[in-house]
């Protein structure tokens, strides 16, 4: 069982940054790919960006392109989401979840369901 927990929202002026972290407990982090995803009201939740833990691979949703960088510290056992240039449309519960790597094409495609575990969710709101 993984247990994760998102810290580091909150509200920003847009065109600002807010670094996100998802930290685990409970089993390594090496044998998952870990994601980011998020739910607006009314709003289906959607995928953001994804990283393997055991090599490489990632994954960002288009409207996140070059604005967002997933990170992973293994050591730490923690994943990062680094969001810069804000913008109101980012406003969203940031969900981090986890999936075995065995069925890791549901994060690296940004598909929430198939996900193992998830996080209570971190508050982002982007407004002037």
């Known amino acids: 069982q993984v247990q994760l927990v998102e810290s580091g929202g909150g509200l920003v002026q847009p065109g600002g940054s807010l670094r996100l972290s998802c930290a685990a407990s409970?089993?390594?982090?090496?044998?998952?790919?870990i994601g980011w995803f998020r739910q607006a009201p009314e709003k289906e939740r959607e995928g953001v960006s994804c990283?393997?833990?055991?090599?490489?691979?990632?994954y960002y949703a288009n409207s996140v392109k070059g604005r967002f960088t997933i990170s992973r510290d293994n050591a730490k056992n923690t994943v990062y989401l680094q969001m810069n240039s804000l913008r109101p449309e980012d406003t969203a519960n940031y969900y981090c979840?986890?999936?075995?790597?065995?069925?890791?094409?549901?994060?690296?495609?940004?598909?929430?369901?198939?996900?193992?575990?998830w996080g209570k969710g971190t508050l982002v709101t982007v407004s002037s």
């Open positions: 979840a986890a999936v075995h790597y065995s069925r890791d094409y549901y994060c690296l495609g940004g598909h929430y369901y198939g996900m193992d575990f």
């Open positions: 409970g089993a390594t982090l090496d044998d998952y790919a």
């Open positions: 990283i393997s833990m055991r090599d490489t691979s990632t």
